[in-house]
């Protein structure tokens, strides 16, 4: 079974970078894809982007012009960064697997809260 | 974009059948899966391939899959099911995830 940790600081400035990675144990890296999602207080989960340790990336239409994914393969780490925050990218982010035959996500980390606040 | 669609709410007592649904435009030809969320934890993944369960999901859950609505049952319902449920599927079309709204289901 993999385990997922997400780690990174809790608390943001308005318009600067969030900055979270994800340590991946138990599991191939090449396996699955490696996934960001995050539910806002009170909200719905919302898919932030995905990656395939080869490179291949997608990223939700509504966040692409600010994030980025990228994978360090020798450390089973993937990492998420979200350029000029505001209060409305508070949330709670979970990083993920996601399996790519049915692109269902089948292991989570516990979640991390990023507030965004000055 | 792809849009999938669940009621807010849904209350069932203890011991009847909870049925949760997801609509999307010709959502049966996408395979749709199923989560549970309950407060503070990390959502669990309960039907895959639409109606699949994972190794340690009890056979009270099921779903289903046609036309534009992919349906999640669950049978003699217990306390401890009481949670957010959300679908999801991968829009390959766009090579999108989407998550549908999310149902609270309150056993009263």
């Known amino acids: 079974q993999v385990q997922l940790q997400e780690s990174g600081p809790g608390l943001v400035k308005p318009s600067e970078t969030l900055s979270l990675t994800c340590t991946v144990s138990g599991g191939s890296i090449s396996t699955y894809y490696w996934s960001w999602v995050r539910q806002p207080p009170g909200k719905g989960l919302e898919w932030i982007g995905q990656i395939y340790y080869s490179g291949s990336i997608n990223y939700n239409p509504s966040l692409k012009s600010r994030v980025s994914i990228s994978t360090d393969t020798s450390k089973m780490q993937f990492s998420l960064k979200l350029s000029s925050v505001t209060a409305a990218d508070t949330a709670v982010y979970y990083c993920?697997?996601?399996?790519?035959?049915?692109?269902?996500?089948?292991?989570w980390g516990q979640g991390a809260l990023v507030t965004v606040s000055s | 974009s792809y849009v999938l669609t669940q009621p807010p709410s849904v209350s069932v007592a203890p011991g009847q059948t909870a049925t949760i649904t997801c609509g999307g435009n010709n959502i049966g030809s996408n395979s749709v899966h199923w989560y549970q969320q309950k407060p503070g934890q990390a959502p669990m993944l309960v039907i895959y391939y639409d109606g699949d369960r994972p190794s340690g999901i009890p056979e009270r859950f099921s779903g289903s899959n046609s036309g534009n609505t992919a349906t999640l049952t669950i049978s003699t319902v217990e306390v401890g099911d009481e949670a957010d449920y959300y679908c999801q599927v991968w829009h390959n079309s766009d090579h999108l995830v989407v998550f549908g709204g999310g149902t609270k289901l309150t056993v009263l």
């Open positions: 993920a697997t996601v399996s790519i035959s049915g692109y269902e996500f089948d292991s």
